[in-house]
Nanobody, 124 residues
Framework: QVQLVESGGGLVQAGGSLRLSCAAT????????MGWFRQAPGTEREFVSV????????YYTDSVKGRFTISRDKAKNTVYLQMNSLKPEDTAVYYC?????????????????WGQGTQVTVSS
């Protein structure tokens, strides 16, 4: 099992930036991809971005392309989500997740370890 702890959320004005971090501990060698999901009140948890732990392949949902960047630091077992040009519709709890599947999965069911979430609020 992999333990994940997110940090970096907060309140920011529209157009601003935040960087989320996700530190992984435990059986970190077992994961092949790390992803970010988000969940706004009254909605389903949705995929945001994913990065392959082996080759840096990435994928983004359309609504964040060009604004968000996912990256990883292998030495620190940490994944980051740099969020620029934030919009009020980006407001949500952001979750980090780990998957043992190697095809940069984009569905929630492919992930078996989850962090506790960090709140991101974007004011207009």
């Amino acid at each position: 099992q992999v333990q994940l702890v997110e940090s970096g959320g907060g309140l920011v004005q529209a157009g601003g930036s935040l960087r989320l971090s996700c530190a992984a501990t435990g059986r970190t060698f077992s994961r092949s991809a790390m992803g970010w999901f988000r969940q706004a009140p009254g909605t389903e948890r949705e995929f945001v971005s994913v990065i392959s732990w082996s080759d840096d392949s990435t994928y983004y949902t359309d609504s964040v392309k060009g604004r968000f960047t996912i990256s990883r630091d292998k030495a620190k077992n940490t994944v980051y989500l740099q969020m620029n040009s934030l919009k009020p519709e980006d407001t949500a709890v952001y979750y980090c997740a780990a998957s043992r599947l190697g095809n940069i999965p984009r569905v929630r069911s492919a992930y078996d370890s989850w962090g506790q979430g960090t709140q991101v609020t974007v004011s207009s």
